[in-house]
């Protein structure tokens, strides 16, 4: 991308200057790292031997020799922990001595016992099966070395992005391969559950926690001493999942916070000087659990993690799926994040192991930290060309000749790298060979049949598989690929909608829609908050740099070239506005007066269904669960649905008045208004 032809130009929304044009917000072109293939040397070297290597890991100058039992005897011992058992003996009537016991017993359940023979088994047994099911496994080299040096500087946290459970088998792989340490790992207690697996989980690194404390104190206190020490100690570096589970969508979803607040703590109450935290984006081809995503978006439970279910599922060892990427951000310092920003003077004004109520500025500056971090994941996330092909398909469902879904396709990567897209293409293949072979690693969603690339929507003449109708798997599967492409291209979309929706060019009436509708769909993707104006900045800016608009000092004009890339980027965001108003719709339906999450979703899935079934919609992303999910979050912050907890359990209900007027606002049948009463 080439910005240096506007890189002086200046933009805003009251802008005053005769011509402004939008760039007060403007990226400079990335200098992508050249990638290095892993697998290649594997495919050279025995496994055995590779595993058996002397494996002797750089570690952090000011590491704690210590052994996982020995984390375990100074959690129990740590001030903290005997601050939490006295106040809860005192409050409970149970003595000391009961609450200790129980602190052990948590301690058993979670911990680690990371061991060097596990590590190798896993180092053994993953090499045959990356090889067997990934042709290439491709690695920064230069994220690599900055993370050697990191490690062995302060403590670091790894922040990987999380699309399958390959994520944290493939980051301890890859740092066992590099000679770093392994990670410990937050995991999940559904893996308790698997015999034997979950144990050699536990000696490859996994701690584990439960998935809600409940309140807890007692566990809180026992978990959270327990990262800290491994933190303090510079045991090995700290990995968790920012999003707290898989993406069944491939969209990153919403931060959890409690961890990272856990791993904050200790620079702020000075007991270590930085802390690491390194953005890891992991992008794949294909993924492993395609077909189990979908199931579970179109309703099916998921089912419960065994090593029977793990054994069943080593059919995929037959199968191909493709590359993957991994990138190794830059480590950002935690102390250059806070200097300015927040002080850590409130935390010498009582001792440090007496918990304390987080202020609302350090939940800002979390909160923050933890959409900065997911920002950097998604900018350095890789696009496959599947992405751009599955894109331009689905606006063009079911079929399109081959010739046309290449140029269309070339077309989309032209403007992909123009927003500053991470496009992973051969250059020395044909354009059409690029694309038939993405067509060929899919083709159980589409093939090519007589110069035709169809999309399958029937499965051996049934329509429906396992109960659920054989075409919304297909079209949720492609929208899941699709939905990759959203990350680069959702500002300048906004602003597309922004401009359909405005029915004219003023440039206040376009950012009033647009910040309504980033209002509207910020649980669907990631921004960060306070920043719509620098949103719809770069937005504008991509628009301009693409030659799709002109910003004038009071107007955004379409140039004669821009219809087409407008058609095309609302095209690509209009089924997130369309779902939104069809669950309208359906609320504005619900008989009951109070209804809970289990139930809103089972009926607003029969009332989409029908409304599909009756060709009253094509909105096929509806079916989501995630977006269903998202929906009622969304109309929950907006109060469109007011929300209240009854017996420990959370129900709804419908604000009538509240609900038409966002439907009829997304439908453009009411004005959004100016920017200050734009909220419902």
Same mark, same amino acid.
Request: hydrophobic share 40%; net charge neutral; charged share 25%.
């Given at each position: ?6 890189r002086?130009n ?7 200057s005769?011509g402004?044009v939008?760039l007060l ?7 992508w ?10 495919r050279?070297v ?7 290597k ?7 100058k000011?590491i704690i020799?210590c052994k996982p039992n020995?984390?375990?005897y100074?959690?129990?011992n740590?001030e903290?922990?005997?601050y939490?058992?006295k106040?809860?003996?005192?409050e409970?009537?149970q ?5 200790r016991?129980e602190?052990?017993q ?6 680690h ?8 088994f896993f ?13 290439k496994?491709?690695v920064?080299?230069e994220?690599i070395?900055k993370?050697?040096?990191?490690i ?5 946290i ?9 994520d944290f088998?493939m980051l301890?792989?890859l740092?066992?391969n590099?000679?770093l340490?392994v990670p410990?790992?937050a ?5 308790l559950?698997m015999?034997?697996?979950g ?7 996994a ?9 807890n104190?007692?566990?809180?206190a026992?978990?959270s001493?327990y990262?800290k ?8 570096p700290?990995e ?7 993406s ?6 919403t931060?959890?916070f409690?961890?990272l ?12 000087f930085?802390?690491?935290l ?13 077909t189990l995503?979908?199931?579970e978006?179109?309703?099916v439970p998921?089912?419960k993690?065994s090593?029977t ?8 060892l037959?199968e191909?799926f493709?590359?993957?990427?991994v ?7 935690l102390?250059?994040l806070a200097?300015?920003?927040m002080?850590r003077s409130?935390?010498?004004l009582?001792?440090?192991y ?5 202020s609302?500025?350090?939940h800002?500056?979390v909160?923050e930290?933890?959409y ?12 496959s060309?599947w ?7 689905l606006?063009h469902?079911?079929s399109?000749?081959f010739d046309?879904l290449?140029e ?5 990567k ?11 293409w051969?250059d020395?293949?044909p354009?059409d060979?690029?694309?038939q072979?993405?067509?060929l690693?899919?083709?159980n969603?589409?093939s090519?049949?007589k ?5 399958k929507?029937?499965?051996k ?7 659920l109708i054989?075409?919304h798997?297909t079209?949720?599967?492609c929208?899941?690929?699709?939905n990759?492409?959203?990350n680069?291209?959702?500002r300048?979309?906004l602003?597309a ?14 950012y ?9 769909l910020?649980?669907?993707?990631i921004f960060l908050?306070g @920043?719509t104006l ?6 504008c800016y !991509?628009? #301009? =740099? ?6 004038? $000092?009071r ?7 821009g219809?087409?890339v407008l058609?095309?980027?609302?095209g690509?965001?209009?089924?997130f506005?369309?779902c939104?108003?069809?669950?309208c719709?359906y609320?504005?339906k619900?008989e009951?007066?109070y209804f809970?999450?289990?139930?809103y979703l089972a009926?607003?899935?029969?009332f989409t269904?029908?409304?599909?079934d ?8 509806v079916?989501?669960s995630?977006v ?9 912050r907006?109060?469109?649905v007011?929300?209240?907890?009854v017996?420990?359990?959370c129900?709804?209900n419908? @604000?009538e008045?509240a ?5 009829e606002m !997304?439908? #453009? =049948?009411t ?5 200050? $009463?734009?909220?419902?």
């Amino acid at each position: 991308m080439d910005s240096s032809s506007s890189r002086n130009n200046c933009f805003s929304v009251g802008s005053t200057s005769p011509g402004a044009v939008v760039l007060l917000y403007s990226k400079e072109l990335k200098k992508w790292d050249e990638f290095e293939d892993i697998l290649e040397e594997r495919r050279h070297v025995s496994d055995l031997k590779f595993a058996m290597k002397c494996y002797t890991p750089l570690l952090y100058k000011g590491i704690i020799p210590c052994k996982p039992n020995d984390i375990k005897y100074s959690v129990l011992n740590s001030e903290e922990v005997h601050y939490v058992i006295k106040q809860l003996s005192k409050e409970s009537l149970q003595s000391v001595d009961v609450l200790r016991e129980e602190a052990c017993q948590i301690l058993d359940e979670m911990s680690h016992k990371l061991r060097l023979g596990a590590i190798r088994f896993f180092a053994f047994a993953l090499s045959k099966i990356f090889k067997q099911i990934y042709s290439k496994v491709c690695v920064n080299e230069e994220g690599i070395q900055k993370l050697q040096r990191a490690i062995q500087e302060h403590p670091v946290i790894l922040l990987p992005s999380h699309r399958s459970y390959i994520d944290f088998l493939m980051l301890s792989f890859l740092l066992y391969n590099y000679d770093l340490p392994v990670p410990v790992i937050a995991a999940g207690m559904d893996f308790l559950g698997m015999k034997m697996i979950g144990e050699l989980l536990r000696m490859s690194g996994a701690f584990f926690m439960r998935r809600t404390f409940g309140g807890n104190r007692l566990y809180w206190a026992v978990f959270s001493e327990y990262v800290k020490t491994m933190l303090r100690n510079g045991y090995a570096p700290v990995e968790f999942f920012l999003e707290g589970t898989r993406s069944r969508s491939a969209k990153t979803l919403t931060p959890k916070f409690g961890l990272l607040n856990i791993v904050m703590e200790p620079y702020f109450k000075r007991e270590v000087f930085d802390t690491y935290l390194v953005p890891i984006s992991i992008s794949y081809d294909k993924i492993l659990e395609e077909t189990l995503y979908v199931y579970e978006l179109l309703g099916v439970p998921k089912p419960k993690e065994s090593t029977t279910g793990l054994l069943k599922a080593r059919r995929i060892l037959s199968e191909n799926f493709g590359s993957i990427h991994v990138y190794f951000g830059d480590p950002v310092s935690l102390r250059s994040l806070a200097a300015g920003r927040m002080s850590r003077s409130p935390y010498n004004l009582v001792p440090r192991y007496i918990p304390q109520k987080q202020s609302e500025d350090m939940h800002a500056f979390v909160t923050e930290v933890a959409y900065k971090m997911q920002l950097l994941q998604i900018q350095n996330l890789v696009l496959s060309p599947w992405v751009l092909v599955i894109a331009v398909l689905l606006q063009h469902r079911p079929s399109m000749d081959f010739d046309a879904l290449v140029e269309k396709t070339l077309w989309l990567k032209g403007l992909t790298q123009t927003f500053g897209g991470f496009l992973t293409w051969s250059d020395s293949e044909p354009a059409d060979e690029v694309i038939q072979s993405s067509i060929l690693l899919h083709s159980n969603i589409v093939s090519l049949v007589k110069d035709q690339v169809v999309l399958k929507v029937d499965a051996k003449d049934s329509e429906v598989v396992d109960g659920l109708i054989y075409q919304h798997i297909t079209l949720l599967t492609c929208s899941v690929y699709r939905n990759q492409l959203l990350n680069v291209f959702v500002r300048p979309s906004l602003v597309a909608l922004a401009l359909q929706m405005a029915h004219g060019f003023r440039k206040e009436d376009i950012y009033s829609c647009f910040r309504f509708l980033h209002d509207v769909l910020s649980d669907e993707f990631i921004f960060l908050p306070g @920043n719509t104006l620098k949103d719809f900045e770069e937005g504008c800016y !991509l628009l #301009c =740099k693409s030659e799709t608009i002109q910003v004038t $000092t009071r107007d955004i004009l379409v140039t004669e070239k821009g219809n087409t890339v407008l058609e095309f980027l609302i095209g690509l965001f209009k089924p997130f506005v369309e779902c939104y108003q069809i669950i309208c719709k359906y609320l504005l339906k619900e008989e009951e007066d109070y209804f809970t999450e289990k139930q809103y979703l089972a009926r607003v899935r029969t009332f989409t269904s029908q409304l599909l079934d009756q060709g009253a919609s094509q909105c096929y992303d509806v079916l989501s669960s995630d977006v269903q999910k998202n929906a009622l979050a969304a109309f929950v912050r907006l109060g469109v649905v007011e929300k209240k907890k009854v017996n420990n359990e959370c129900i709804f209900n419908v @604000n009538e008045p509240a609900t038409t007027k966002l439907e009829e606002m !997304l439908g #453009c =049948k009411t004005p959004v208004g100016k920017p200050a $009463t734009a909220k419902l």
